[in-house]
């Protein structure tokens, strides 16, 4: 069976995406399909796959998956890549509609220019700031700078669910952090039910910062939307930064407003093609 595919990027954090419209793959082969095309070697590449599937409650369904073949519930690159594909590829004329993913419902804005989607403006929603619904194991109503063990040291953590779980940890200077060692211990930390997503974050000023980001089922990637956005959450609740900062990582850069009106964070970013290709799978 030939599967037609398209690899997109947003600032470097790269997925393979499929047309569900067109390709439908069986639901119990979805996990060894995309663990088999993620590879960077024997594969495809990437940090995943994401299939765009009709929808019921939205105008379309991106179904996503990390690079081990597991479920997780958003990806803010994805989003934008996944927005850009159904309107550059004609299955939409219209530069707002709504795109759901685990079950959330999300709104995106696109900036197109002769055509084709230059950027997207994605209603994130709000965070999630109750430890039982992140999750994580916590004490208060809120695990905001809060103190966790790693390997024989203490951090401090400020936990965010952006639909996924964060932890965002502050460091002096994430240029120099072997992030491939305590990544995984982090990632895995008995605190977190359903693992976790950790963002290291280091301030520059109250309007720009610099993030490295260990992502749950794939490792550290060269971005991560939803990371980014709980990294503007965290920086707010810490009293670090404003509520608009531009979030440097090491695929490019986010712009992320947390609006104190709504309560909503926003998210622009761009979305780019790679190529397309088709691939066998028996």
Same mark, same amino acid.
């Given at each position: ?11 470097? %954090? ?38 765009? %599937? ?54 995106? /804005? ?5 055509? /084709? ?79 976790? %997503? ?39 609740? %810490? ?44």
């Amino acid at each position: 069976m030939k599967i037609p595919f398209t690899k997109m990027h947003g600032c470097g %954090n790269d997925y393979i995406y499929v047309n569900g419209f067109t390709t439908p793959i069986p639901a119990e082969e979805k996990a060894a399909f995309v663990r088999t095309m993620s590879d960077r070697h024997f594969g495809i590449g990437g940090d995943g796959v994401i299939f765009i %599937n009709p929808a019921a409650q939205a105008d379309f369904e991106m179904e996503m998956y990390n690079a081990d073949g597991s479920r997780s519930e958003m990806c803010g690159n994805g989003i934008r890549c996944v927005a850009k594909y159904v309107h550059d590829r004609g299955m939409t004329d219209r530069e707002r509609f709504s795109i759901v993913s685990g079950g959330q419902v999300k709104v995106v /804005e696109l900036t197109v220019e002769n055509g /084709e989607t230059k950027a997207v403006r994605v209603d994130m929603g709000e965070p999630c700031l109750v430890p039982e619904q992140i999750p994580v194991k916590a004490d208060g109503p809120r695990a905001v700078d809060e103190p966790i063990l790693v390997l024989g040291t203490q951090y401090r953590m400020t936990c965010v669910s952006m639909g996924n779980p964060h932890a965002v940890v502050f460091w002096d200077d994430v240029d120099r952090l072997e992030i491939e060692k305590i990544g995984p211990h982090f990632e895995t930390h008995p605190r977190f039910p359903r693992r976790t %997503n950790v963002e290291f974050v280091q301030l520059l000023d109250d309007t720009h910062v610099k993030m490295r980001v260990w992502e749950r089922g794939t490792g550290e990637t060269l971005a991560c939307g939803t990371g980014c956005s709980a990294t503007a959450v965290a920086c707010v609740l %810490n009293g670090l930064t404003k509520r608009r900062i531009t979030v440097q990582v090491l695929g490019g850069a986010l712009d992320i407003e947390w609006d104190e009106k709504t309560g909503h964070v926003f998210m622009t970013g761009p979305a780019a093609f790679v190529f397309d290709g088709e691939v066998e799978w028996n």
